[in-house]
Structure formats: structure tokens, C-alpha cells
């Protein structure tokens, strides 16, 4: 299986005060939330076999998604 890191920029410009923080607070969560999504579903793309392969079983990915 194949692994892509794509990194995330983080908002400089434009995230001075109180509204920048809470736009770049809701990107965060936003990110976070989309990066366990992709996660559990690349996770729940593999057979039982390649799950059992990585000391998986199907049980184990939501655990697994929740705790990265």
C-alpha cells in the first residue's frame, strides 16, 4: 500500500487577531477531521487478509483512525 504525506501550509499571512485565529482553528479541525476520514477509509479499502498482515483486524480501525 501506498503512503502520500502531503504537507499543510500554514496560514501566515492574515491570521493576526481574534477572527484569523478562529478561521485557522477551523481549517485545523477541519483538516484533522478530513485526514482520520481518509484514514478509516483507507484502512476499510483492505481485505481482511492485508489487515491481518499489518496486525489488524476490521474491528481496529476506528480505534486505529481515532488515535492519529
Known amino acids: 500500500?501506498?503512503?502520500?504525506?502531503?504537507?499543510?501550509?500554514?496560514?501566515?499571512?492574515?491570521t493576526h487577531g481574534r477572527i484569523g485565529?478562529?478561521?485557522a482553528s477551523l481549517v485545523a479541525r477541519y483538516?484533522?477531521?478530513n485526514d482520520l476520514r481518509m484514514t478509516r477509509?483507507?484502512?476499510?479499502k483492505l481485505s481482511d487478509r492485508?489487515?491481518?498482515d499489518i496486525g489488524l483486524c476490521r474491528g481496529d480501525?476506528?480505534?486505529?483512525?481515532?488515535?492519529?
Open 50 to 52: 492485508e489487515l491481518e
Open 1 to 14: 500500500m501506498a503512503v502520500i504525506d502531503t504537507p499543510r501550509v500554514q496560514l501566515a499571512a492574515g
Open 61 to 68: 480501525i476506528d480505534f486505529i483512525a481515532e488515535k492519529n
Open 41 to 44: 477509509n483507507a484502512l476499510s
Open 21 to 23: 485565529q478562529i478561521f
Open 31 to 33: 483538516n484533522e477531521w
